[in-house]
């Protein structure tokens, strides 16, 4: 790419986009912002405009993906249709789907150690997220007769856990190489233990 200087068309969303191929590639603290700058095509003085390091560059990159998260988390849920149990595994693969296509806003967000309250704006997205997380468990958990019922947040917790183990074990090997297990299969049936232990499946016959 041919440095444009401050004449960039769009250089904060340049800068972003070069950050999280450098964040897939290298991990959150493995490249500096004057490389994020040159493969923008601008100088590093440039980036100062837009961000005030790299630690705000990654920020910027996190919100963005916190943003297609909650989306994504959204779309699969789609108000509990056909059913709060199918629903809820759609939500679980969805969680998987966004780490294996958008490996760079995941790092960012959960790897970086750029915590979601670190501006308003990364703070609402994380928070629709989780939103999107804790309405599907809420629906799921109303089968469960209220003396009995642990709290959403809690189970909305340990799925979200279990899905973000799959990930960094199974779901994001090196190009070329096989994982031991199929990380779709293996969430679900994780989260059918999970539910069976909450009585919410039969147990197997």
């Known amino acids: ?14 800068l972003v986009q070069a950050a999280l191929l450098l964040i897939a590639e290298r991990g959150p ?16 003085a440039a980036v100062y405009r837009h961000f005030a390091g790299r630690d705000d560059l990654i920020a910027e990159c996190a919100r963005q993906g916190y943003a297609i998260f909650a989306d ?10 056909p059913s709060s149990l199918a629903a809820f595994g759609a ?3 969805a969680y998987l789907a966004f780490a294996r296509k958008f490996p ?8 970086s150690g750029v915590v979601p309250n670190r501006t308003p704006e990364l703070s609402a997205q994380a928070q629709r997220a989780e939103t999107a997380m ?16 642990p709290p959403a947040q809690m189970v909305a917790a340990h799925v ?4 973000h183990g799959v990930v960094e074990l199974h779901a994001r090997a090196a190009p070329g190489s096989r994982a031991p297990y199929d990380p779709e299969a293996l969430l679900e049936s994780g989260i059918g233990i999970y539910l069976r232990g909450l009585g919410l ?4 016959s």
Not at 29 to 44: H, I, Q, R
Not at 72 to 80: D, I, K, P, Y
Not at 104 to 110: I, N, R, S, V
């Open 1 to 14: 790419m041919t440095k444009q200087g401050y004449h960039h068309g769009n250089l904060r969303q340049a």
């Open 72 to 81: 994504l988390l959204e779309h699969a849920w789609n108000a509990g249709k």
């Open 104 to 111: 760079g806003h995941y790092m960012a967000m959960f790897e």
């Open 134 to 149: 804790l309405r599907a468990t809420e629906a799921l958990l109303r089968a469960i007769p209220e003396g009995r019922r």
């Open 201 to 204: 499946l039969p147990p197997d």
């Open 29 to 44: 603290t493995g490249f500096t912002l004057s490389e994020a700058a040159k493969d923008a095509g601008v100088t590093p």
């Open 160 to 163: 979200w856990a279990m899905a």
């Open 91 to 93: 939500v679980g693969r």
